[in-house]
């Protein structure tokens, strides 16, 4: 089945900063790559996707970017900012499957 | 457009007892699947419901079990609870075929005690 590994597992950016992190995923037949964004009490909020005929798509402040060939993904916030504070998840999945997550990232904004 | 509702919010149980999760899935989505997210990790797929069938079920014993229903709303049934479910119970919703979307959108969850 799918594995999804997530590093780092606690990251502290400066506010203004950038701060990336990287996921890999082990099954090539994986098409689709969603972040998540985990708030204290809350459930998981999708934040950006990609799909594997895409090396790269962008949203304002975030950006995710797609290695397929080494099965890396990685999630991009440029200008970070208090609110960015949170736990991130990326997942994989293939079609209409489960979503595989990775373990989380603990993002910490320091003003 | 309404989003993933999800009830109780929060509960206490006990050993051996049995519990029901409710959610109601986004307007326009037809697909439910619920996950179970310990503390500390990731959220770990239990299963997932189209046209009121199981349609894929993670690594969970038998006493995980749901209902979908014909306005796509579901339930997840627990029995025999046992101190490890204690955990964050989440649904998300999708429209299934999905196309060039097929999102996951995820409620704020259920969170379990078992005492």
């Known amino acids: 089945g799918e594995n999804v590994e997530q590093h780092p597992s606690t990251l502290s950016v400066q506010e203004g900063d950038s701060a990336v992190i990287k996921c890999t995923y082990s099954d090539s037949a994986s098409n689709y790559f969603p972040w998540y964004k985990q708030e204290l009490g809350k459930g998981p909020q999708l934040i950006i996707d990609?799909?594997?005929?895409?090396g790269e798509k962008k949203d304002q402040r975030i950006a995710v970017t797609l290695n397929k060939t080494a099965k890396h993904f990685s999630l991009h916030i440029t200008e970070t900012q208090p609110e960015d504070s949170a736990v991130y998840f990326c997942a994989a999945r293939f079609g209409n499957e489960k979503l595989t997550f990775g373990t989380g990232t603990r993002l910490t904004i320091i003003p | 457009e309404t989003g993933v509702t999800q009830s109780p919010t929060h509960l206490i149980k006990t050993r051996g007892q049995q519990v029901t999760l409710r959610c109601s899935s986004q307007?326009?989505?037809?697909?439910v699947s619920w996950y179970q997210q310990a503390l500390g990790q990731g959220p770990q797929f239990i299963f997932q419901y189209y046209r009121e069938e199981e349609n894929g079920r993670g690594n969970f014993p038998p006493r995980f079990s749901g209902l979908q229903f014909p306005n796509y709303s579901s339930e997840l049934n627990v029995n025999a609870l046992e101190l490890d479910d204690s955990a964050l119970y989440l649904c998300?919703?999708?429209?299934?075929?999905?196309?060039?979307?097929?999102?996951?959108?995820f409620g704020e969850g259920s969170r379990l005690t078992v005492l």
């Open positions: 307007s326009g989505h037809n697909t």
């Open positions: 998300a919703s999708s429209f299934y075929p999905s196309g060039s979307t097929g999102e996951l959108f």
């Open positions: 990609i799909r594997s005929n895409v």
